[in-house]
T-cell receptor
Framework: SQQGEEDPQALSIQEGENATMNCSYK?????LQWYRQNSGRGLVHLIL?????REKHSGRLRVTLDTSKKSSSLLITASRAADTASYFC????????????FGQGTTLQVKP | GAVVSQHPSRVICKSGTSVKIECRSL??????MFWYRQFPKKSLMLMAT?????????EQGVEKDKFLINHASLTLSTLTVTSAHPEDSSFYIC??????????????FGPGTRLTVL
């Protein structure tokens, strides 16, 4: 079952602006990951944050994790038209099964 | 980085036929692969865990006799949609763990297979 909820479901911004997407989950986790998916394509792994980490950066991406609130956010700074895609968070649950439970996703449109 | 391929990328078939989708890890070994399906504008739903050399583990609500999974080697898992119906039309995506990789929690996803059942 899908446990992640993301908001907003859709986001439209101008190039150069920042985009923030939020994800909430329900169970304990070992880590949380963010993925990107271009329309009709496979997933690209963006960043993984472990349950004992609070913030992580990768290029223009900044991810935060608040395990007390069971929530995470993905910030894309200085957005580009090429960032237009759907973004999903995924959690692995407390076991070490490797299974990922995906959030509903945020569709981001960056207008040039 | 680790590469996962899927074949075919797109398939159209008639109702009642069976369709096989392959998932291959090209440059690494994967003892575990996962199969997901995704409906348009929706998220990925885990269907089953494919383990090399053993039976697949299916998620609740997924018919194991309809979605046959075989993981015969460390680089190949197949998903066969048997007696396909139009409601089976979906985007099927596989993922694989990179056994022995530097980032063991990272899964690598295939590009997906678009199945359309007429």
């Amino acid at each position: 079952s899908q446990q992640g909820e993301e908001d907003p479901q859709a986001l439209s911004i101008q190039e150069g602006e920042n985009a923030t997407m939020n994800c909430s989950y329900k169970t304990s986790i070992n880590n949380l990951q963010w993925y990107r998916q271009n329309s009709g394509r496979g997933l690209v792994h963006l960043i993984l944050i472990r349950s004992n980490e609070r913030e992580k950066h990768s290029g223009r991406l900044r991810v935060t994790l608040d395990t007390s609130k069971k929530s995470s956010s993905l910030l894309i700074t200085a957005s580009r038209a090429a960032d237009t895609a759907s973004y999903f968070c995924a959690t692995d649950g407390s076991g070490n099964t490797g299974k990922l439970i995906f959030g509903q996703g945020t569709t981001l449109q960056v207008k040039p | 980085g680790a590469v996962v391929s899927q074949h075919p990328s797109r398939v159209i078939c008639k109702s009642g036929t069976s369709v096989k989708i392959e998932c291959r890890s090209l440059d690494f070994q994967a003892t575990t692969m996962f199969w997901y399906r995704q409906f348009p504008k929706k998220s990925l739903m885990l269907m089953a865990t494919s383990n090399e050399g053993s039976k697949a583990t299916y998620e609740q609500g997924v018919e194991k006799d309809k979605f046959l999974i075989n993981h015969a080697s460390l680089t190949l898992s197949t998903l066969t949609v048997t007696s396909a119906h139009p409601e089976d039309s979906s985007f099927y995506i596989c993922s694989a763990f990179n056994v022995g990789g530097g980032r063991p929690n990272e899964q690598f996803f295939g590009p997906g297979t678009r199945l359309t059942v007429l």
